[in-house]
């Protein structure tokens, strides 16, 4: 890619890291324009992927009991395939959580994937240890999580790793790093700890590379896509929106931008939004290699898609880790119609009382149903069907309703009574109801612990 007519002088006291992906289903063509403008300027740099969520774990690790060659990221070479060999050839390495529930497994498809591109032998090093069903006894185990999640079947159970294995794998040669379950502002920590030579309780440049890994981890967030409205908050050339680079100075100082010649815009609202993105305490953002402070952070324009961040501080690692764990919880069932022309909005509520009514007959009175009508009320209703946005008309306004009614049980035959009873609606009324689509499938629910530090032991390895 031609850069644009914009230069920065290369520098080895600067670390540039490029974010390819925020999320399992991101755009696969999104990492091309980070690693041409990478090259393009120059200097020591890195490209991470962040592609795993807790729920995306959960089913990658169900995959890995069905097939013990499956369980991490489904469209693996589809990410890495167009970037490989320029990131290879220009010294460029590579760090993914998406070895998800199977990281060795990831490692091996990334190899194939190098000889099939002509290039030679990677040095792949995995990060294991995150995996608490395997690590711990159950006892252990059952002793930390919630109350309420005795008896349940647990599917999956992962603390969430820091960078210290990512930044020795890479100053061992490391060209590619593939993890499980980091947090995930580490994935761009660990080059950065690799490349300064950053101590482990140097707490306040821990904290500056943890919160421009928090920028950098959901894609195109912090270059717009998460931040426009239109009319309010205008974002110009959205479809090509472009994905974010950090510029790390070893004093802890850095500037976000992002890929050359795309679209979005990198200023210091959507700095300040994607910065308070998941933080509940800003004066205590912990993570697994320091507790990040911004609390008095400066965000400050420094020249087209360029905001400089300064001011965070750091203090010192949490005792614990942090742990996801995800468990069975039975069956949803999910039914939708449709209703259009005059009165469609009251045909909808009396098709979603029917429903009610019907399952009250034959005996689930029981189970929790959630009724929206989409197009009125739907975003804003809870799952007791109780209104909580502004007060609306009598629906006379409206001429296209879609009803979705859902319910959550244990047991799959109640889940598929309640799809037959919205099948049903197409002719036992009410009138002019259309395009009937349900669906039954098993249904995973998450909770939070924590682990004491010392029963966790992550390591990391070449994989040949």
């Known amino acids: 890619m031609r850069p644009m ?6 520098s080895h006291d600067v670390l540039r890291i490029g974010c390819g992906a925020g999320f399992s289903g991101d755009r696969w063509d999104a990492a091309v324009a980070v690693v041409g403008t990478l090259v393009a300027q120059g200097g020591p740099s890195a490209l991470i992927f962040e592609t795993l969520a807790e729920r995306t774990l959960a089913l990658a690790q169900l995959q890995r009991r069905g097939d013990p060659g499956a369980g991490c990221e489904p469209m693996l070479e589809r990410f890495v395939a167009p970037v490989l060999s320029p990131c290879v050839q220009h010294g460029i390495p590579i760090i993914g959580n998406f070895g998800a529930a199977n990281p060795r497994a990831a490692a091996e498809r990334l190899q194939r994937l190098a ?7 990677l040095r792949i090093a995995v990060v294991e240890g995150d995996d608490l069903l395997t690590g711990l006894d159950a006892g252990r185990l059952q002793s930390l999580l919630p109350a309420h999640l005795n008896g349940r079947t647990l599917v999956s159970a992962n603390a969430y790793l820091g960078a210290v294995e990512i930044a020795q794998a890479l100053r061992e040669g490391a060209q590619v790093v593939v993890t ?18 950053w101590a482990g309780d140097d707490w306040d ?36 929106v472009g994905f974010p680079l950090v510029e790390m100075h070893a004093d802890g100082r850095f500037v976000v931008t992002k890929a050359w010649s795309t679209g979005g815009c990198v200023d210091t609202r959507t700095v300040k939004e994607q910065l308070l993105y998941e933080i509940h305490d800003p004066a205590r953002y912990l993570t697994p290699d320091v507790v990040a402070d911004i609390a008095e952070v400066e965000v400050r324009a420094v020249g087209p898609d360029r905001v400089e961040v300064t001011g965070v501080r750091g203090h010192a690692l949490p005792p614990t880790l942090k742990a996801t764990v995800c468990f069975d919880a039975g069956w949803l069932a999910e039914g939708e119609i449709s209703y259009a022309g005059a009165n469609a909005a009251g045909r909808g509520r009396l098709a979603g009382e029917i429903v009610r009514e019907r399952l009250q007959q034959i005996g689930l009175k029981h189970l929790p149903l959630r009724i929206d009508l989409i197009g009125q009320s739907s975003v804003l209703a809870d799952d007791a069907g109780r209104w909580h946005g502004p007060v609306q008309d009598d629906g006379g306004g409206i001429h296209d309703i879609r009803l979705r009614v859902a319910a959550s049980t244990g047991h799959r035959n109640d889940a598929e009574a309640v799809a037959r009873e919205v099948l049903a609606l197409y002719t036992c009324g009410p009138a002019g109801g259309g395009g009937v689509r349900t669906q039954v499938s098993s249904r995973l629910a998450s909770d939070s612990c924590f682990v004491p530090r010392d029963w966790v032991r992550p390591t990391w390895s070449f994989v040949p």
Do not use: N, W
């Not at 000889?115 to 032998?121: D, Q």
């Not at 590379?209 to 950098?216: D, E, K, P, S, V």
């Open 5 to 10: 007519a914009q230069t920065h002088t290369p």
């Open 115 to 121: 000889r099939s591109l002509g290039l030679p032998a």
């Open 180 to 197: 499980g379950r980091v947090a995930d502002p580490s994935l761009a920590l660990g080059p950065m700890m690799a490349h300064f030579g």
């Open 205 to 240: 440049r821990l904290a500056c590379g943890t919160i421009a890994g928090h920028l950098l981890e959901c894609g195109a967030q912090v270059c717009g896509g998460y931040f426009a409205d239109p009319g309010v908050k205008d974002v110009p050339q959205l479809a090509r």
